[in-house]
């Protein structure tokens, strides 16, 4: 099993959908990794050599943000929007949609479950 950043790669995935399990490794740079390694996207990750998974290791290290790096990052920029009190962190700190959906009827996830209002009988 080959450990990258923290989290272990399935070993029967191929190196290309493996690599999307760490957060902040989508499709286009799991396959750009994969050239830079000059590993086919094909192959399965327990088909790798030690020192491809060491290599590709370095390559995620030098120039990617990923897991905990990436999460600290997102949380001190909704952080600093909250603390400066504009819209957007307005949204964020009253947990509603922050990039303009509508609120009215969806916005359930954000939300929660709908509350249901008593009395309201005719």
Known sequence: MARIAGINIPTNKK?????????????????????????????????????EVIQIREIIEGNYKVEGELRREVSTNIKRLMDLGNYRGLRHRRGLPVRGQRTHTNA???????????????
């Open 15 to 51: 190196v290309f959908t493996g690599l999307t399990y760490i957060k902040g490794i989508g499709p286009k740079i799991a396959s750009d990794i994969c050239k830079q390694a000059n590993i086919p996207t094909e192959r399965r990750v327990n088909e790798l050599t030690d020192s």
């Open 108 to 122: 359930r996830t954000r939300k929660g479950p709908a509350k249901s209002i008593a009395g309201k009988k005719k």
